[in-house]
């Protein structure tokens, strides 16, 4: 396995002064796709809408090799879709500290460019679950930079997820991260995951398919669940009022292996009142970690990918715990002047409280609409383009119809970028397919106004401003059956794919309807 070694603290020092040099040699070309405000914008100025699946491989077998091929970036252009969240993973990028897996990389580039033949976009999602391959059921860190102190390991039932809240092991190997704990070479861990990102982003400096930086999937706050849970613990009683429940702390966690769920909770959260005053009362815990360990974390990487990527865009995730709508203390990014780069985007994931359970396809609107609700909320403090990094995760659930129905028209009429957890083959074959490949606009020529569901079956008005005259035509996708109409102009289209409209002869308002055939 070819490595790129560089390990030690003179190796490390001219590491980084290598790179720096290298990155002043040549300035890389426009962005393919760039930040105005709250909108993605492409090239021509035309805001962008970013819809996509989540691809790759969790399997470290064979450097984490996806099993799809160019055909299946292809169908998803077909199908709709613009980019790709596409997973990549320290452990497999830096095996040994300061080394650096070419064979994994070129592996990579192989993805990079079945994208870029397709016309798909493409963010890279430095994933991790459990921290890492050296926890149970864990990606991510390296098995080198996973300092646990040999603490054990626990879980909650068989919902994988419950092992954050209560694995001292995972708990540990996150708090040394956060604390950029020395490695075995002596530099910090975080410092290591920094340089990670830096080489990965020289490697795309000069390519456009490479649009973003999804700095670290789902990041979870450690040690400091403890707090959390305190705060959990003090909200109960107003949260379960009424409720039957657990008399004791220990009966409470003993619960939580109910399956398919505990009831009782489910109960409590189906108030949408009660279920925010819980959200807002553990909120404050959850926030501070976000300000003390994750921002700081988000800037080390930041000013390393900066140093060799002016135009990558950054996307940043809250804390994990956000998923359950709880409000985000997440800020923008800055300079070493304090000036806000203008190259960011926020992605949260938007599942309900009952993902990874067998009651995964009755999502409460009440909870998703908390849920966006924060979401949109945070993203127009930061003045940042909101995308959904993750939703679904029906893997072929036909109970999941009404769920994919109504959670695409929350992802629709709130103009968000998104995608899809996650492909898989055959995934045309799920009867909620339709949800995913479903009419949408692609890029405008001007400022969007609004989406809306018409009043026909599955059908969607699209709003929009063109400022300019004549502005550059806007792209709508077509399932096929479907017909796209214009009311001032009498525009209709029917073909099946990509219908653009052209730009209007001046300025004003557009309004395009997409609705099924007759």
Request: charged letters at 20%.
């Amino acid at each position: 396995m070819p490595l790129f070694r560089c390990s030690g603290a003179l190796p490390f020092l001219l590491l980084v002064l290598s790179v720096s040099a290298l990155a002043q040699e040549t300035a890389p070309p426009p962005p393919a796709v760039s930040v105005d405000g709250d909108r993605l914008v492409d090239a021509e100025g035309r805001t962008l809408f970013l819809r996509g699946m989540n691809a790759g491989s969790k399997s470290p077998e064979n450097f984490h090799a996806p099993w799809q091929g160019p055909e299946d970036f292809r169908r998803l252009r077909d199908w709709g879709m613009t980019a790709v969240r596409y997973m990549i993973f320290w452990s497999a990028i830096e095996p040994a500290p300061g080394q650096y897996s070419e064979e994994y990389l070129q592996g990579v580039d192989r993805v990079v460019s079945w994208a870029a033949d397709a016309g798909i976009h493409v963010i890279l999602d430095m994933h991790q679950d459990l921290y890492g391959p050296g926890i149970p059921g864990g990606d991510g860190a390296p098995a080198w930079a996973t300092l646990d102190d040999g603490l054990p390991h626990r879980t909650l039932g068989s919902i994988w997820s419950t092992a954050y809240l209560v694995s001292p092991k995972i708990h540990r190997a996150f708090d040394n991260f956060w604390n950029n704990a020395p490695g075995p070479d002596g530099v910090g861990i975080q410092d290591h995951f920094a340089l990670a990102w830096r080489h990965v982003a020289q490697r795309y400096r000069n390519n456009p398919t490479v649009i973003g930086f999804d700095i670290l999937n789902e990041p979870f706050v450690g040690s400091d669940i403890r707090r959390i849970a305190w705060a959990v613990w003090m909200a109960l009683p107003d949260f379960l009022r009424g409720a039957e429940m657990p008399r004791t702390p220990a009966a409470l966690m003993e619960s939580l292996k109910e399956e398919p769920y505990p009831w009782w909770l489910l109960k409590a959260a189906g108030d949408p009142r009660r279920y925010e005053r819980f959200l807002a009362a553990v909120a404050p815990a959850m926030q501070a970690f976000e300000r003390r360990a994750l921002l700081p974390m988000y800037q080390r990487v930041y000013r390393a990918v900066r140093e060799v990527h002016p135009t990558g865009i950054f996307v940043l995730e809250p804390c994990v715990l956000a998923n359950s709508g709880a409000p985000s203390a997440i800020e923008p990014l800055v300079d070493d002047q304090g000036r806000r780069d203008p190259l960011q985007a926020y992605m949260p994931h938007f599942y309900d409280i009952v993902l990874d359970t067998g009651l995964h396809h009755e999502p409460s609107p009440e909870r998703l609409g908390i849920m966006m609700r924060n979401r949109v909320e945070e993203a127009r403090r930061m003045g940042m383009p909101l995308l959904i990094g993750e939703w679904g995760a029906f893997y072929g659930d036909a109970r999941c119809v009404g769920a994919a129905e109504m959670m695409a028209r929350f992802l629709a009429e709130n103009t968000v970028g998104e995608f899809y957890w996650d492909y898989h083959r055959d995934i045309e074959q799920g009867a909620f397919f339709p949800s995913l490949s479903r009419p949408s606009p692609l890029r405008v020529g001007g400022f969007p106004v609004g989406i809306r569901m018409a009043e026909s079956p599955g059908g969607m008005q699209v709003e929009w401003t063109e400022e300019t005259a004549p502005a550059p035509a806007s792209e709508f996708h077509l399932p096929e059956g479907w017909v796209m109409e214009e009311a001032a102009s009498g525009g209709k289209w029917t073909d099946a794919g990509t219908a653009s409209v052209p730009g209007a002869e001046k300025p004003g308002v557009r309004k395009v309807t997409l609705r099924p055939a007759p």
